[in-house]
Every structure is written in structure tokens, then in C-alpha cells.
């Protein structure tokens, strides 16, 4: 069993920033992959950022709207999982979520960009942008 709690969001003024935390329990952390997903009211939940290691390697996922401006980060020492988020827009607002996939054995993105490939998430922190 994995929990994960949020903590950073907020309210920001358009071209502002903000950094999103989510701390994770269980000591095999390291392992999984964790994600960012947001839902805006009235909208399905989307994809946001995604981070992984694998043989050494660290991989990164961004969904093209938040690419060049997000970026997603880890400290396994911590548990935790970061979402930067800079030079945010109006369409940014929305309640942001921390997922954890714990089972899952995908290697591209197209895999760590559903939300069906995740088994934890986290209760969400709202992030409002305002213009």
C-alpha cells in the first residue's frame, strides 16, 4: 500500500510559479513511477508530467502543454515527488494530483500518460491561476 499526500498549491498570478510536493510512503519508492495529473471543473482528468528510473537511467514525460514550463523531480532520500511549475497560465488552474505506479512494467510514454497505469493517488491540491 502506497499513500501519498500533496502539499503546495495555491493561488498565482499569471507568470508566476509554483512547486507542488508529494510525499509517498513505503520503502520501495525508488522504484515506481510517480506522475502528476490535473482536473480543471467540468473537465476530464489530464496527463501532466511523469517521472521514472530504469537501468540507471531517469526518464521524464511532459504533456505538450506544460512542456518548456514544468518540470517534475524526485528526491527518493525524501519520498517525495516535485512538480515546478513556472510562467503559469489561467489554463493552469486546477485541482493537481500525485499518482504512483506501483505494478506497472510500461516503458514509453504513451503508457505513463494514462491514468489507467497508475494504482495510487493522492487526495489533490488545488493550484488557481489567476490573469
Known amino acids: 500500500q502506497v499513500q501519498l499526500v500533496e502539499s503546495g498549491g495555491g493561488l498565482v498570478q499569471a507568470g508566476g510559479s509554483l512547486r507542488l510536493s508529494c510525499a509517498a510512503s513505503?520503502?520501495?519508492?525508488?522504484?515506481?513511477?510517480m506522475g502528476w495529473f490535473r482536473q480543471a471543473p467540468g473537465k476530464e482528468r489530464e496527463f501532466v508530467a511523469a517521472?521514472?528510473?530504469?537501468?540507471?537511467?531517469?526518464?521524464?514525460y511532459y504533456a505538450n502543454s506544460v512542456k518548456g514550463r514544468f518540470t517534475i523531480s524526485r528526491d527518493n532520500a525524501k519520498n517525495t515527488v516535485y512538480l515546478q511549475m513556472n510562467s503559469l497560465k489561467p489554463e493552469d488552474t486546477a485541482v493537481y494530483y500525485c499518482?504512483?505506479?506501483?505494478?506497472?512494467?510500461?516503458?514509453?510514454?504513451?503508457?505513463?500518460?494514462?491514468?489507467?497505469?497508475?494504482?495510487?493517488w493522492g487526495q489533490g491540491t488545488q493550484v488557481t491561476v489567476s490573469s
Open positions: 499518482a504512483c505506479a506501483a505494478t506497472g512494467v510500461g516503458s514509453s510514454s504513451t503508457y505513463y500518460s494514462s491514468k489507467g497505469s497508475y494504482d495510487y
Open positions: 513505503g520503502r520501495t519508492f525508488s522504484r515506481y513511477a
Open positions: 517521472i521514472r528510473w530504469s537501468g540507471g537511467s531517469t526518464y521524464y
